[in-house]
């Protein structure tokens, strides 16, 4: 068997696993079979298995944005007047954090929590799709994190209980604590948490170390149980640092958690709309609709002109429709009504590629090359056209998604959503456009077209 029909195994079985993928999550069949009329339903897999003592569940269906799927949007302002300048930042992020923690524990799916910094205004934008009721949404995110240190114990009439553990209250809290940092050991080089008391803090702490030595002291972020690290030895002068097999990362968000409720960020509203899902029912019916037409267009176009080519072609770009949905399946992509005007540019994008590599063989051929010659010349001189001219979509689609957050770049869930399908489009688009279409092109095309 040579390398171009193991590529096509491959690909076939990969087209297979992705169009099982693709399924919608559930649709209904109706036949008649030998007189029998059967009903059934097929759709997407939904994976639910027990891994060693892990439970997997995984259902494999296109996560809606809040304007497809209706819900709340909240703009919050961050007060950062008792806030130290160099500490704001991190007082945001703090915020942003007690936000996520809020939404995960309250159910919501896919929740967005962005910040924005301009000038003087420090903001939290937050995306609640599902949610319809504007009391309890504004209940949800609009209080101010409340940090807490509580002796972990067995006795009887605990002060405060926390997923089933019995904890007792010792008269520390976040107004108590100035901040937390990450620290690295001298010596071994392990991340850890150095937290600071003020003054009065300071003096409690120290009691209970030197009371309660041995005990755990279990710290709490809106009455959720985050940490509960054992007490090795009387700590005096308010600091004190946590130890344990942390990650980098770990002792990073340990220390946000911490400074969330150390950083007394107050939080007002300054805008809230309810989003129906109405909306994005048309606008899904009106886009898929848009798309299927632009598809058939694109299609046809590519048949009437390049012939044989434009078969391939045409037969490549439905594969790169049931690849695109079955990664957006696949990675848990939130689809917004932008994103779908990505994901419809991107169908003109999918046979950019071989426009380029079917101008280039039709050079070849008329200088009298063979077809087999003329193929591989077509591919391997469009190539730098073709590398260039997606280098830049890739480039683009990275400045509209902003990973790092850089404050002077976009924001905006929606632009976001827009850049990731794009950026998925054009990755894609390279793959089907170059690799499939050649090896399409060499198994089924050998004479000249």
């Known amino acids: ?79 950062m007047d008792e806030i130290p300048a160099e500490d704001r930042t991190v007082a945001l992020d703090s915020a942003r954090e007690v936000l996520l923690r809020r939404v995960d524990l309250y159910g919501i799916a896919e929740p967005v ?50 997923g089933g553990v019995a904890a007792t209250a010792i008269g520390l809290s976040g107004a108590d604590l100035k901040r937390a940092t990450v620290q690295f050991d001298p010596q071994t080089g392990e991340p850890g948490v150095g937290i600071e008391f003020g003054s ?28 509960a690290p054992r007490i090795t030895q009387p700590i005096a002068g308010g600091q004190a640092s946590i130890t344990g097999q942390f990650t980098p990362e770990e002792a990073k968000q340990l220390s946000i958690q911490l400074n969330a ?54 037969v490549v770009l439905v594969m790169y429709g049931i690849f695109t949905l079955a990664l957006y399946k696949l990675t848990s992509i939130t689809l917004t009504l932008p994103g779908i ?38 591919f391997g001189r469009a190539w730098d056209s073709i590398k260039d001219a997606n280098v830049v979509t890739i480039v683009t689609a990275l400045v509209l998604i902003n990973p790092f957050n850089v404050s002077f770049l976009n924001t905006s869930g929606l632009v976001r959503g827009f850049g990731v399908t794009l950026l998925v489009g054009v990755l894609l688009s390279l793959f089907t456009g170059v690799f499939v279409t050649r090896t399409l092109m060499r198994l089924f095309l050998k004479e000249r077209a």
Do not use: C
């Not at 019916?285 to 176009?301: D, E, H, K, N, Y």
């Open 261 to 314: 409720g150390a950083l007394p960020v107050p939080i007002e509203v300054l805008e809230q709309r309810t989003i129906g899902a109405s909306l994005g029912a048309d606008s899904i019916q009106r886009s898929v609709r848009a798309g299927a037409i632009g598809l058939l267009l694109v299609m046809a176009f590519m048949i009437m002109y390049y012939g044989k080519n434009g078969i391939i072609s045409s």
């Open 1 to 79: 068997m040579n390398h171009t029909k193991r590529r096509f195994i491959w690909l076939m079985g990969l087209l297979v696993v992705a169009s099982v993928l693709a399924l919608p999550q559930s649709v209904p069949i109706n036949f008649s079979l030998f007189g029998k009329h059967i009903e059934t339903t097929i759709g997407s897999p939904n994976i639910n298995v027990n891994f060693f003592g892990t439970q997997i569940q995984k259902s494999f269906e296109i996560k809606r944005g809040l304007d497809l799927q209706g819900g709340m949007q909240i703009v919050l302002r961050a007060g």
């Open 113 to 162: 929590v962005q910040t924005a910094i301009s000038g003087d205004e420090y903001r939290l934008l937050v995306e609640l799709p599902g949610v319809d009721n504007p009391q309890e949404a504004i209940a949800l995110v609009g209080q101010t994190a409340q940090l807490d240190f509580r002796l972990l114990s067995l006795g009887e009439d605990p002060v405060a209980t926390s």
């Open 341 to 378: 005007a990505g994901l419809i540019l991107s169908i003109g994008m999918g046979v950019d590629s071989n426009i380029l590599i079917f101008e280039r063989m039709k050079e070849e051929l008329r200088l009298g090359k063979p077809y087999a010659v003329a193929l591989e010349l077509g």
């Open 200 to 227: 009065d803090g300071a003096q409690i702490f120290s009691d209970v170390t030197t009371e309660h030595t041995g005990e755990l002291l279990g710290i709490f972020l809106d009455n959720d149980l985050i940490m």
